[in-house]
């Protein structure tokens, strides 16, 4: 039985629930998703405010609504689910999977093809290196978020965000509306890390400040935490001296960026990029191994969970041909590269097989007009200006590549 | 005639809007808005501001201590710390359904507070 699997996916979050409808659409038999949690739906079941689907559903749903609407498709496709089983390694050679479950024991799966659909991780304290004590109340944005809306627990009655990250933003309405006090939210960076609206409906709402290029330069307390020393920083990041302020505190959220979640990437030996921290992907979303596919916030750390669950079914329908044999061994392997003002970027190839999008940051914001290009002639848009927290895309036609068949194509935002 | 400036947190775009009101508090122009949304946005904005509300309540027999609600509608914002309280108080008994109608009309708003996912029971 085991043997008998068309194509894995490993996490029942957007992407892996996407990648199991796109999967049995294309004709795969068995489509199975393993998910290490006892529910489906990933991190969207504890992202219980409203803003995600807008594009999808012309409305804007909460993230346990959003993820309803796509078990429920995958249910009805027949896709199974396999909840309470981790998957604890990848081998790197005949890419078997090794699965845990408490009524199935260990079992090794070995199943004609794979999407990592794995999500990422938020950066921990340990990340960022801030002087100081190690006292309790201290937690990454999302794990507060974890204790509030899915475990009952508060945090804290008076908190300090550090970073400027959507979550952050998220948790400190959600800490507000729960009675609890939020002192100010500190970015180290000269622009925000989420969404405007974000800081519009988030801390504007409430009166919380916003301090950009300031930081947490020290932490305070023996056992629980008594406060945190914030201060400005200068051009370099570095801390300016006469700035030190110290506020009183019992809880300090972390939302200071997040990492693909790629440590069975690793195991299987798939090429993982330096810069977005995923696996080098082409435009099926397939990785260096041909049979492995990778879909979601494991490649790159998106915006929307709209172009997640995109990505998560284009992954599935490329796994599933790759499993029926419909998928040509002989790809073409166009490079993508980032022009100077594009700090990350992905697929890194594109075989001119699919229409694609290449999704990309930049460095730094552009205010003001500026374009955002595919060369050598590919594609070209005007925009209103650019942020490193706004993610950009370019369109590209499959015709189109074939058309002009490019030795490279180089990405970049331009301002006008 | 007032200026205002307002983000618009119909969409992720976040657009800066600026709004002309006369004399009587009325929407004169709105400009820096991609679509019509910023414009009702702007409108409902001025003149009776509204928010989604989202919080959790406290759960009796089911699988998770807590389960998510939301306003189904957008509620007056100057009424979202009214409604928090009266949700706090309530306590619902597993099992729930998506969509189910936990407090109607809440707060004299006119607004339903629903479930927001399906919850078991425990056993």
């Known amino acids: 039985m085991n043997n008998n699997i068309d194509v894995l996916i490993i996490g029942a979050g957007p992407a892996g629930v996407a990648a199991g409808i796109g999967a049995k659409q294309e004709g795969a038999e068995n489509v199975v998703v393993l998910e290490r949690d006892w529910d489906l ?69 070995n199943p004609k093809s794979i999407v990592l659909t794995m999500g990422c991780r938020e950066r921990p304290l340990g990340a960022i290196r801030i002087p100081g004590t190690r006292p309790a109340g201290i937690y990454t944005a999302g794990t507060a978020q974890r204790f509030v809306n899915m475990e009952g627990y508060m945090p804290g009655k008076k908190a300090v965000i550090l970073g400027s990250g959507d979550i952050g933003l998220i948790m400190a309405r959600r800490m507000i509306w729960e009675g609890a006090e939020v002192e100010g939210v500190y970015e180290v960076m000269s622009w925000p890390g989420g969404l405007r609206r974000n800081i519009a409906q988030c801390l504007d709402d409430y009166g919380i400040p916003f301090h950009l290029k300031t930081t947490v330069t020290k932490i305070h307390g023996k056992d629980r935490l008594e406060g945190v020393t914030v201060a400005e920083v200068d051009d370099k990041m570095n801390p300016i001296k006469g700035t030190e302020r110290f506020i009183e505190c019992d809880t300090l959220l972390l939302a200071i960026g997040l990492i693909p979640e790629n440590e069975l990437s690793r195991m299987a030996g798939i090429e ?13 979303l397939q990785t260096s191994n041909p049979k492995i596919f990778a879909a979601g916030n494991v490649v790159i750390v998106y915006d929307l969970v709209d172009n997640v669950s995109d990505e ?31 700090r990350l970027y992905s697929p890194q190839f594109v075989t001119g097989e699919s229409d694609t999008i290449i999704y990309m940051r930049v460095t730094h914001p552009i205010e003001g007009a500026c374009k955002v290009v595919a060369e050598p002639g590919l594609f070209t848009q005007r925009l209103r200006y650019a942020r490193p927290g706004e993610m950009n895309e370019v369109r590209l036609k499959a015709e189109q590549i074939q058309a002009k068949n490019p030795d490279e194509i180089i990405v970049d935002i331009k301002p006008l | 005639m007032e200026e205002r400036k307002f983000i618009c947190v119909s969409c992720p775009l976040g657009c800066g809007l600026n ?31 509204r928010r989604v509300f989202a919080s959790t309540v406290r759960v009796r027999n089911g699988k998770l201590p807590v389960c998510p609600i939301r306003s189904k509608t957008p509620a007056p914002k100057e ?40 919850l078991s029971c425990c056993s």
């Open chain 1, 312 to 342: 998560g079914l284009i992954a599935g329908k490329n796994a599933a041909k790759y499993a029926l044999g419909k998928l040509s061994n002989k790809l073409k392997k166009i490079p993508v590269k980032g022009g100077e003002n594009v």
């Open chain 1, 41 to 109: 739906g990933g991190i969207l079941q504890q992202c219980i405010h409203p803003g995600f689907g807008l594009r999808t559903f012309r409305e804007e749903l909460t993230g346990p609504e959003y993820m309803h609407r796509f078990i429920q498709q995958a249910h009805d496709a027949g896709v199974e689910f396999r909840t309470n089983t981790m998957v604890f390694q990848i081998d790197k050679d005949k890419n078997s999977v090794w699965t845990m479950n408490k009524e199935r024991g260990i079992e090794c799966l």
């Open chain 2, 19 to 49: 709004v002309t009101l006369d004399d009587n508090g009325e929407v004169v122009s709105v400009t820096g808005n991609n679509c019509p949304r910023g414009y009702a946005y702007a409108k409902s904005e001025v003149k009776d501001p």
């Open chain 2, 79 to 118: 009424k979202l710390f009214e409604i928090a309280e009266e949700v706090a108080k309530l306590e619902v008994i597993a099992p729930i359904k998506i969509g189910q109608v936990l407090i109607h009309n809440v707060c004299g708003t006119d607004v339903d507070i629903v479930a927001s996912r399906d």
């Open chain 1, 272 to 284: 993982i990029h330096p810069v977005t921290g995923g696996p080098v992907v082409n435009d099926l």
